[in-house]
């Protein structure tokens, strides 16, 4: 799912200028290109692609919308700071370390969920967090698992100078795991809920004890949204049409997540159980208001200083003010000069009240 970008810093030492100047030259137009990737959360996209509600929305606009579906997260987002696409699925993390620390405007037009339970600290043997203390850890370094186990150390007054990080690839953490030098892991599902299956593996910590501090987003470009605001409404408009499908009772309502959950390579029990750690916004009024409230705020204040603290803020950061971010109460955190990341529920509540 939401592989981090292990590359930050190529992106970060290219051409800022060239990537803000793409941003910049955004205009009004017709056709437009969305990139997402493999998550329990972002699986709608897909979906409404396959069944055309994306050419429904696209159509009561007048323009075009290319929906596509890339392997590698990071290489989704690569694509989207590079200018060849309009829009991307991402974490709130990830939105502020690769493009906006890269220089592409960016808003979050749709709030799609946030993990409440995907995302683990799972140890061998022991369920008391505590015990993690001089372990070796393995995770994907500087991803949310990275942010996950930066939080579950705070919660027991922990430091990572307590423990060791040994940066493993999502793809060989589960059979990582089943070695007898790996101890502890930091990791997302479904490799989870593999690792877990395991009889002799704790789940010590999980997102569900952060709520909402790991979002699951769909950006645009800033430039893009501004110039062409019926694509974020009609991205809107895709993401509640295709929410209520998926939570329609009876045959409908199985036939979209049955679909979904093949696509992600699971069945729907699977899927249904990834879901369950899962508070995916169906209805726009609450996308809404969260995205509106203080957790937000308070969240990515803490995201930016870890990110300043792992050098990912960008090239000649001096603090974690370096890069801004806008909150949907158009307050700012960081430098009001250098607002690289915006939150908007303009289109949210648009869609709340009707009015797509």
Known sequence: MRKPSLIYSLIIAGSIVALSAAGA???????????????????????????????????????????????????????YTAGAYDAVTITNMDALSIPAAGGVDTTAVVMGDFSNGNDAVILKD???????????????????????????????QLSEKDIKVVNTSDA?????????????????????????????????????QIPGEIMDLMVANSAVVRDNPDFAKALVGIWYETLAKMNATGDEGKAAKEAMAKASGTDLSGFESQLASTKLFDKAAEAEAFTRSATVGTTMDRVRKFLFDKDLLGKGAK?????????????????KSNVKLRFDATYMDAAAKGKL
């Open 25 to 79: 030259s955004a205009a009004p137009k017709k056709n437009f290109k969305v990139a997402w990737s493999i998550y329990v959360g972002w699986m709608p996209w897909g979906y409404a692609a396959d069944t055309g509600i994306v050419k429904k929305w696209a159509d009561k606009y007048g323009i075009t919308i290319e929906v596509k579906q890339f392997n590698d997260y990071v290489e989704s987002i690569n694509q």
């Open 319 to 335: 603090s974690a003010d370096a890069v801004g971010i806008e909150l949907a109460d158009k307050t700012v955190l960081g430098d």
């Open 172 to 208: 060989d953490l589960a059979a990582a795991y089943k070695t007898a030098d790996v101890t502890a892991v930091v990791t997302w599902n479904p490799i989870v809920s593999e690792i877990l299956s395991a009889p002799d593996a704790k789940k010590a910590f999980d997102s569900s």
């Open 126 to 156: 022991k369920a008391d967090l505590a015990a993690i203390k001089g372990q070796k850890v393995n995770l994907v370094e500087f991803s949310v698992s990275h942010y996950l186990l930066a939080r579950a150390l705070e919660s027991k």
